[in-house]
């Protein structure tokens, strides 16, 4: 694995977590919250977090160019980085999220996985489906122990998958031991499955422009969320057009540089 350079490192701690300050945009914790959001369409996906008490930080969204600068170091970082050898890592995923996932036949987002089996700190979902990966050699990802000097969060052994990466996903049966992996409601996963990666979905779609205001629409969106209201239909519809043109600008800066 290639050194990641001082932006790649700061864009990769900042998606993880290790952050400090006051800055309302470097200071979250919880900013992958948001940037993944973004990797879905309409505001399902946000809402779905909302629900689940987590708060969407609104100054993610104030700046689109500083946003994009965040994910070109990170799409860096993953460039720099692949499986040198097979591994095998394993994801509770949401269940909304994991049907999207197959359904496409890709990780729609960055995607954080393990090598320490199905963590326990990410059970904290209304429905989960539990995902063992297959990471051929040479697939882009990112080890993050083996990235960072200093890993704030070393029990987790974190492998983190970048968005567009195809998946083969076959459905097998849950087994007796893995029943006892609840979600927030204290259920039982709705199915297991394998997923194997092959590849980087390319992009073929045009470049859209992005709409004018939708950032800002965005903004409203998360903050009446946060406080448990209703966000406007107006600014819904224009932050989902707005999230569909940045979905495929975000896909050609990944492919174009792969």
Known sequence: MAEL????????????????????????????????????AGTATERARAAEGKRLNPAILADTDRLTELFADLFSAFRRCAAEEERRTFRVERWSDYALCRAAGTTLSLTS?????????????????????TLPKGTPCIDVAAALDF????????????PFLRLDIAEVPVTDDERS???S??????CS?????????????????????GGQAGQRVLAALNAGELPSSE?????????????LQLHRLFTDNT
């Open 5 to 40: 350079n001082k932006r790649e490192k700061a864009a990769l701690r900042y998606y993880i977590g290790d952050v400090s300050g006051s800055d309302p945009f470097r200071s979250d914790p919880k900013a992958y919250l948001v940037l993944n959001s973004l990797f879905f």
């Open 113 to 133: 996985t393990s090598t320490a089996g199905f963590l326990r700190y990410y059970r904290d979902r209304l429905g989960i489906a539990l995902m063992r990966f």
């Open 151 to 162: 890993y704030a969060k070393p029990d987790e052994a974190e492998v983190l998958l970048p």
């Open 181 to 183: 992996i609840l979600d």
């Open 185 to 190: 409601a204290g259920k039982p996963p709705r």
């Open 193 to 213: 499955c394998t997923a194997t990666a092959d590849g980087i979905q390319p992009c073929t779609a045009a470049e859209a422009e992005l709409p004018h205001g």
């Open 235 to 247: 600014d819904e519809e224009l932050y989902s057009q707005w999230k569909k043109a940045y979905l």
